[in-house]
């Protein structure tokens, strides 16, 4: 019998696509959450808190292969060094975590926070695969609710994003989980890059909707480098098929039925 997997976050947005497609492996899943969440057949769930660092030999035990996807605003360097520590004393034999997209080249906390993570466990001397995957169309559709509420649209010219299905962030994730450890992988971006303009109109356009836009500056060393692009996948990248029209189509017929 497989050996269960640790997946921490799994009752997030990735963890709960994650989770069954770990299953339909024929692996049991231990999902690792701060509030925990339903059981079921091969799958167990344990409570924990990465930021705290307590109770987490019992949650390791028997897993040789952790997929790392809990995460935050803040604290994600922190949480992941509590969890190498952990990982190291149970003997995991494959920690793959997600980040993201310009983690080492955009000057925000959130990025900087994804760097020390990925740093701590490149330098844990555990065998590690990292994923850095561009911005979810489930994340951006939450800021197009968001400002679509507005009455006059700010839309900074210089931020553009390359939104990635997570349906397909966390096949990728599974197939890297049950292979061998591989460092650094491709980054993985969605098929084409939008302008948040472009992304909130095409919200706006599936909704009948229209609002007016006032451009906005974004300025200093963030800004600087999303003109440069720093957010966007590297050069050699790979690219998902699912466009943000798609999401969105998508997620209109299911409010349909």
């Known amino acids: 019998m497989n050996s269960p997997i640790l997946v921490t976050g799994g009752t997030g947005t990735l963890g709960r696509l994650v989770t069954p497609l770990l299953r339909e492996a024929?692996?049991?899943v231990r999902v690792l959450s701060r509030r925990g969440g339903p059981a079921g057949d091969g799958v167990e769930q344990v409570t924990a808190d990465l930021l705290a660092d307590r109770d987490l030999?019992?949650?390791?035990?028997?897993v040789e292969t952790v997929v790392h996807l809990a995460g935050g605003p803040k604290g994600d360097d922190r949480a992941t060094g509590n969890l190498v520590r952990a990982a190291q004393r149970a003997g995991v034999r494959?920690?793959?975590?997600?980040s993201v997209t310009g983690a080492d080249r955009v000057p925000?906390?959130?990025?900087?926070?994804k760097l020390g993570a990925e740093r701590a466990i490149a330098e844990s001397g555990l065998r590690w695969t990292i994923l850095r995957a561009a911005q979810f169309h489930d994340l951006l559709l939450t800021v197009a609710e968001k400002m679509a509420k507005l009455p006059v649209i700010p839309a900074p010219g210089a931020v553009r994003f390359q939104p990635v299905d997570s349906r397909e962030v966390a096949a990728r994730l599974v197939d890297l989980a049950l292979g061998a450890p591989a460092g650094l992988v491709p980054d993985?971006?969605?098929?084409k890059v939008y302008s948040m303009a472009e992304l909130i109109r095409g919200y706006l356009r599936a909704h009948g909707r229209r609002r007016p836009f006032v451009p906005v500056p974004m300025p200093g060393k963030a800004g600087r480098a999303y003109r440069a692009g720093d957010n966007l996948a590297r050069q050699g990248a790979t690219f998902g098929t699912r466009t943000w029209e798609i999401f969105l189509a998508e997620r209109m017929s299911q409010a349909a039925l």
Do not use: K, T
């Open 26 to 28: 024929d692996y049991p």
């Open 188 to 191: 993985l971006a969605g098929p």
């Open 108 to 113: 925000l906390g959130y990025f900087r926070a």
């Open 94 to 98: 494959h920690l793959v975590y997600i």
């Open 57 to 62: 030999g019992g949650v390791l035990e028997g």
